[in-house]
């Protein structure tokens, strides 16, 4: 059984995952490019001084980490953090040690010492972003209801569009990120 640090150190980096994306590029690099980082100084430095790495469990097609990725690399890049990247479905022993309510939701962050000690994790959503989703499920019909899937790729594309346009989505995930990262700081 590997160990979360043999994973990051056979990972890839968070660039060259979002450089071979087969799905959900453009929108990935769209929010990367549109994303601001809060000027946010003394927690930056903290970052720089801990050097936290940061195993990400991800995949392009999903878009959770379609919105969440471009965001952390944008922090990873101002406080000098190394962020590499695993494929959930080629991991799924990883995956099974950080599950969400018994689910394989994604992207899923674990932040390592120096030494390779796991020190905490996020993901895949903050709760801003849960509540607009659960939300917009509540406009779902019964799943033995006929319509249902055309209504679940309504929901979805209505998700997908607020990931991609929607600044206030975006900082409150950085937001969320922070304070993971705050907590083992």
């Known amino acids: 059984m590997m160990t979360e640090l043999e994973y990051f150190e056979h990972a890839i980096t968070l660039e060259k995952y979002m450089a071979q994306m087969e799905s959900n590029q453009e929108k990935t690099y769209t929010i990367y490019e549109k994303f601001e ?4 100084a003394e927690f930056i430095d903290k970052l720089k001084q801990q050097r936290v790495n940061i195993l990400a469990i991800t995949e392009d097609w999903c878009g959770d980490a379609m919105m969440v990725n ?3 690399r944008k922090l990873a890049e101002a406080g000098d953090l190394e962020v590499r990247c695993v494929y959930r479905d080629d991991n799924p022993e ?3 040690r950080y599950l969400t309510n018994g689910g394989k939701s994604i992207p899923k962050y674990i932040f390592l010492s120096g030494s390779g000690e796991v020190m905490g994790s996020w993901g895949p959503r903050s709760p801003k972003v849960q509540q607009m989703v659960d939300e917009k499920k509540t406009k779902l019909p019964e799943k033995e209801n006929p319509q249902y899937e055309l209504h679940w790729k309504t929901i979805v594309g209505e998700i997908s569009d607020r990931f991609t346009s929607d600044p206030d989505l975006w900082q409150d995930t950085y937001e969320d990120i922070r304070k993971s990262l705050q907590e083992i700081l």
């Open 70 to 72: 471009p965001i952390l």
């Open 94 to 96: 990883l995956m099974e």
């Open 37 to 40: 980082l809060p000027d946010d």
